[in-house]
Nanobody, 125 residues
Framework: QVRLVESGGGLVQRGGSLRLSCSASGSINSINDMAWYRQAPGKERELVAG???????NYAESVKGRFFISRDNTWNTVQLEMNSLEPEDTAVYYC???????????????????WGEGTLVTVSS
């Protein structure tokens, strides 16, 4: 079993900053892509930022230049540094990981997607 646990959400004023962290644990051989998604009330879940195992990143247009994603492959963690926050950034933020797991003694692996339970970020105006 693989578990993703997020932390760092909370209430912040417009223009403020927050740092989200996510830690993956459990039966993990390695992790490919990691990402942060968010879902605002009444809206669909959207990609905020992603990072490959090699460190390549991509961002939603709405957060470019304000948010920065990073990861630590040794500790299976991913972080999201959020700056210049706006009320439009208010949402539940979810951690995502594409995990490769060893499934038998021969070393066969499978790749599965996992999600955290989410952490609420509220930006007041």
């Amino acid at each position: 079993q693989v578990r993703l646990v997020e932390s760092g959400g909370g209430l912040v004023q417009r223009g403020g900053s927050l740092r989200l962290s996510c830690s993956a644990s459990g039966s993990i051989n390695s992790i490919n892509d990691m990402a942060w998604y968010r879902q605002a009330p009444g809206k669909e879940r959207e990609l905020v930022a992603g990072v490959t195992r090699g460190g390549n990143t991509n961002y939603a247009e709405s957060v470019k230049g304000r948010f920065f994603i990073s990861r630590d492959n040794t500790w299976n963690t991913v972080q999201l540094e959020m700056n210049s926050l706006e009320p439009e950034d208010t949402a539940v933020y979810y951690c995502y990981a594409q995990v490769r797991k060893v499934v038998n003694v021969e070393g066969a692996t499978v790749t599965r997607n996992y999600w955290g339970e989410g952490t609420l970020v509220t930006v007041s105006s």
